[in-house]
């Protein structure tokens, strides 16, 4: 079993970066493919970004060219850096692991592990 644990959201200006951090538990850790997920009140949860174990990236056109994800493997992480964020960006984030490393997607059913959230909130 993998747990992971999400940190670094917070209230930010519209503007405004923030960096979120997800832990994750396990040895193999470095062979998931790692994504990003939100979803604000009464909305889908929708696909942020990913990341491969060979740091292929894939983003949502939404959020490309002001998000940035990254994976630290000797220390089990993967961070989701965000600027210029937006009001409608406010969402509870939501790190996934897909264990059996596929390419970088953003089919939430095919992330076998969840994270519990946090929230980011952009004001405007």
């Known amino acids: 079993q993998v747990q992971l644990v999400e940190s670094g959201g917070g209230l930010v200006q519209a503007g405004g970066s923030l960096r979120l951090s997800c832990a994750a538990s396990g040895r193999t850790f470095s062979s998931y493919t790692m994504g990003w997920f939100r979803q604000a009140p009464r909305k889908e949860r929708e696909f942020v970004a990913a990341i491969t174990r060979f740091d292929n990236t894939l983003y949502a056109d939404s959020v490309k060219g002001r998000f940035t994800i990254s994976r630290d493997n000797a220390k089990n992480t993967v961070s989701l850096q965000m600027n210029s964020l937006k009001p409608e960006e406010t969402a509870v984030y939501y790190c996934?692991?897909?264990?059996?490393?596929?390419?970088?997607?953003?089919?939430?059913?095919?992330?076998?592990?969840w994270g519990q959230g946090t929230q980011v909130t952009v004001s405007s």
């Open positions: 996934a692991a897909d264990r059996w490393g596929r390419s970088a997607h953003g089919v939430a059913s095919n992330y076998d592990y």
